[in-house]
């Protein structure tokens, strides 16, 4: 088989004196092999072994840098120092330190646990950047000491000819020298399905997509033979830097941000609560060590401390139900940023498309369709084809074609000729059938098809016949032509002078076509309020037709070169009214994620290639298939079992579910612990004995957040999960401001009624008014936990057992022998009359504000608008 070969340079014997810092940059496809050999200071035969190990300790190995991490430890402190983890920590250190080593250790243990779960799901960009290395090839096969030897991956250097064959994977990013029916795989880099033809000559596109003449690591050859020029290697080379961009640190995402936020607005509300009880009982005379005491069972008694062991089953409970709907999830706090997000950008090929190149017309010469073309191609591609994806389209389609015919010569497909024939013999008797590029297969035709009959092929026919490929193209359809020739005279070999005066059959059109369910997800999430964007690296023709086909605006699709040539600012501007993006590279893939997050988009990105690796790390939410590359399922943050928008639908709706049920833990601890907490800091003040001792404030707060523990299961309010929902501060601050005082309104008419009706004693009075804020607190979760009626939206069996149960124990306790070692005793029956009235009246009073303090609970994100 000939090689194409571009001019070869006379070998460089000496060592260069000086070798630059690094290999060439850029486009370094658009500068000619002379260029790049004298700015790598080398020939076109090869190094020799000594300055090939001196190249290796110049540029390093050809492998990535491992992400730099500080171990376990410091993944555990940098979770510690976040406020609401600060406040756990110290409540929990206050209560060993006050005698209730019990309760200390559960909110120590709660914190350890969860801060543990977060930390095992660290480490995902590392992760992503070693299933990089293990993703290219082991050995290499380079040019040294004038001959071919195989060397350790490793130790490919820039300036070493590299020799790759059919099946090998690409270890560096070369200049092609020679080739020979030399195709290679791009589709995880590029995006780009179809095999591409790799050959010698120049190239004026800066585009790595459109580089005929280059070779990138990672990519698959798939046919024929190659020698090229290694110009980059490591993390120069564009696989690299898709390494490099996944060991960077990754922002916060929306979660870990609200959560930080939910932390800040809490430690300032303890802190200002428990300075002025201190300093004002202080003020007053009060006993310092009393004061001291009640005011860290206050600040015990404000903390969340079940919010992160609540958080984490929710969103293990949320994970295990995406699991039945085919969704693995990798980082748990994910599920609540899918629920979140405003824009899914995700990839074309093998997302919005089945990755399976199809046969999508077969037409005539005038553009009629007509199924003979794809017959007689079908029959070349069964008796002499390649096996290649445009092959096993043609046999997909008519499995059958073959049948009845039988080879009797062939001339395999040629890249320099750009067209395969095959003699086949058969029920039209002996047939030569071509096919190939249509300029290349028309070249060679003197008629056309046309009704049945032979007419002559002239120049405007063949001008016809270029025009209806370019329509074709405009459709995103791929063409090649068929012709076709009566053999005379014996059966024998085929020769170069054989394919001539052929008759001109038609075209075969592919097309990767969009899976069937993607229209209807689409326009699922829309209605959601999630925003489809396309994020391609193929052509930008094929981008827009698949967009126009599954719903999206498609007038206007903006190229990597347009990209590249706009500013930030420019960019976030463009995004906003752009769905569809082709021929971007990977870190424009993540420049537009970044655009639309300045935009305060909260943004999910599906892919499933190594080019789509940056725009899944930079997103807030990184989502995978099954059957991606490894690097990018281990940089998404979830892995859909199943590659379709339906799923990812499901998993929004789920995400939204959760996030509405750890709403509900914190909106409950708003109106119940501060308005309790409030309470008791004016009643210290107020009265002449402490209204609730620490030990009772300690075993008010467990009892309370025992109850919640079927929150988790609850059900969902289908009008939470009808948008994106991320966590209002101001509105949860608004709840915490009305429930709050209500709360204590009817804690101070308990005090009333306890002291001036009931006259009672400071003993029956702590345990009267425990009674009532155990009953309104856990009562009035069945009110708030719905914006609806508490009897027309009822709680789960789980919730309602919990929260029962934990009742049952409040009530019971100060009557039972062991009531005394918390210092109850047991209240009048004037004085438990007067707190049922008082808890009834509470329940009533919440439903009727719930409706106002509640309409703006939940926040949508800002809608990315055009």
């Not at 995006?191 to 033809?197: N, R």
């Not at 060590?289 to 062991?309: K, N, R």
């Not at 007038?555 to 009214?577: F, N, P, Q, Y």
């Not at 210092?823 to 009834?840: E, K």
Request: proline share 6%; charged share 20%.
């Amino acid at each position: 088989m000939e090689m194409t070969a571009a001019p070869a340079l006379a070998h460089d014997t000496a060592p260069p004196p000086d070798l630059p810092a690094s290999g060439p940059t850029g486009a370094f496809w658009t500068r000619g092999l002379e260029t790049l050999c004298a700015e790598l200071k080398c020939g076109s035969d090869g190094l020799g072994s000594a300055e090939a190990v001196r190249r290796l300790e110049r540029y390093g190995p050809n492998s990535d840098a491992g992400a730099q991490g500080g171990g376990a430890l410091r993944a555990v402190l940098r979770r510690l120092i976040e406020p609401l983890a600060l406040i756990l920590l110290a409540a929990g250190l206050v209560s060993v330190a006050t005698g209730d080593v019990g309760g200390g250790a559960i909110i120590v243990a709660i914190l350890g646990l969860s801060v543990g779960l977060d930390t095992v799901q660290e480490g995902h960009a590392t992760r992503a950047a070693q299933a990089l290395r293990h993703a290219v090839a082991l050995k290499a096969e380079v040019r040294r000491d004038n001959g071919f030897v195989t060397v350790p991956v490793e130790q490919v250097v820039p300036g070493d000819i590299l020799r790759v064959r059919a099946g090998d994977i690409i270890p560096a990013d070369a200049l092609v020298i020679e080739s020979a029916a030399f195709t290679a795989a791009e589709a995880a880099l590029t995006g780009e399905p179809y095999p591409v033809e790799k050959r010698p000559g120049l190239v004026s596109s800066a585009e790595p997509a459109e580089a005929f003449n280059a070779l990138f690591r990672g990519a698959v050859a798939r046919t024929g033979e190659a020698t090229a020029l290694v110009v980059a290697t490591g993390p120069t080379t564009m696989f690299g830097a898709v390494a490099s961009s996944l060991a960077e640190a990754q922002a916060p995402s929306p979660f870990q941000r609200d959560l930080h936020a939910f932390g800040l607005v809490v430690a300032r509300l303890t802190l200002g609560l428990v300075v002025a009880v201190l300093a004002v009982r202080v003020v007053l005379g009060r006993p310092v060590l009393d004061s001291l005491l009640f005011s860290v069972a206050l600040a015990v008694g404000l903390t969340p401390e079940l919010l992160p062991m609540v958080t984490t089953v929710t969103l293990s409970r949320g994970a295990l139900r995406m699991a039945a709907r085919k969704v693995i999830v990798k980082r748990l706090a994910a599920i609540h940023d899918l629920g979140a997000m405003t824009v899914l950008c995700t990839d074309k090929t093998g997302t919005l498309t089945s990755a399976e190149i199809a046969l999508a017309r077969s037409l005539d010469p005038t553009g009629r369709d007509d199924a003979r073309p794809a017959s007689l191609a079908a029959v070349a591609a069964d008796l002499g084809g390649d096996r290649g994806s445009l092959d096993a389209a043609l046999a997909h389609a008519h499995p059958d074609a073959g049948r009845g015919w039988e080879r009797a010569g062939q001339r395999a497909f040629d890249y320099g000729r750009r067209t395969g024939s095959v003699l086949a013999r058969g029920p039209e008797g002996p047939l030569l059938i071509l096919k190939g590029a249509p300029d290349a297969v028309l070249a060679l035709c003197t008629a056309r098809r046309a009704g049945g009959r032979s007419e002559p092929l002239g120049p405007e026919g063949r001008d016809e016949a270029l025009g209806q490929v370019r329509i074709l193209a405009e459709e995103g359809l791929r063409s090649i032509a068929i012709a076709s020739r009566a053999w005379t005279g014996p059966l024998r070999p085929l020769g170069a002078l054989d394919d001539c005066d052929l008759v001109f059959e038609g075209f075969c059109a592919f097309a990767d076509p969009p899976k069937p369910t993607a229209a209807a997800a689409i326009a699922r999430l829309a209605r959601a309020g999630v925003r489809l964007k396309i994020l391609s690296g193929d052509d930008p023709v094929v981008v827009r037709r698949l967009a126009g086909l599954v719903g999206l605006r498609a007038g206007t699709v903006l190229s990597g070169s347009e990209v590249a040539g706009l500013s930030d600012a420019a960019l976030a501007v463009r995004v906003r009214k752009v769905d569809a993006f082709g021929r971007l590279t990977p870190d424009q893939k993540a420049r537009v994620v970044r655009a639309l997050q300045s935009k305060s988009a909260v943004v999910g990105f599906l892919g499933d290639g190594i080019n789509d690796a940056p725009g899944l790390a930079q997103a807030d939410i990184g989502l995978s298939v099954e059957g991606a590359t490894g690097v990018a399922q281990a940089a998404a943050d979830m892995i859909l079992l199943a590659s379709d928008l339906e799923v990812v639908a499901d998993g929004v709706d789920e995400g939204r579910r959760t996030f509405a049920n750890i709403l509900k833990y914190v909106r409950m601890g708003a109106s119940s612990n501060f308005g309790n907490m409030l309470s008791m800091a004016v009643a210290s003040v107020a009265l002449p004995f402490l209204p609730m001792l620490p030990t009772q404030i300690l075993l008010n707060n467990l009892l309370y957040d025992l109850s919640e523990v079927g929150i988790p299961f609850d059900r969902v309010d289908p009008t939470a999960t009808a948008r994106p929902q991320v966590w209002n501060m101001a509105a949860l601050l608004r709840f915490a401001g009305v429930m709050g005082p209500l709360s204590s309104l009817f804690d101070l008419l308990t005090f009333g009624v306890l002291l001036l009706l009931c006259g009672a004693s400071a003993e029956e009075f702590r345990t009267a008014w425990f009674l009532e804020s155990m009953a309104t607190q856990i009562l009035v979760i069945f009110v708030i936990r719905t914006s609806g009626r508490p009897w027309q939206d009822r709680p789960s069996a789980t919730l309602t057992v919990s929260s029962l149960a934990a009742l049952a124990a409040a009530l019971t306790l100060p009557f039972s022998p062991a009531g005394a070692w918390f210092g109850f005793q047991a209240p009048s029956p004037s004085a438990l009359l007067g707190i049922g009235l008082i808890t009834v009246a509470y329940l009533v009073a919440v439903e009727m504000v719930k409706p106002w303090v509640m309409c703006q609970q939940h926040r949508s994100p800002r809608p990315l608008r055009a």
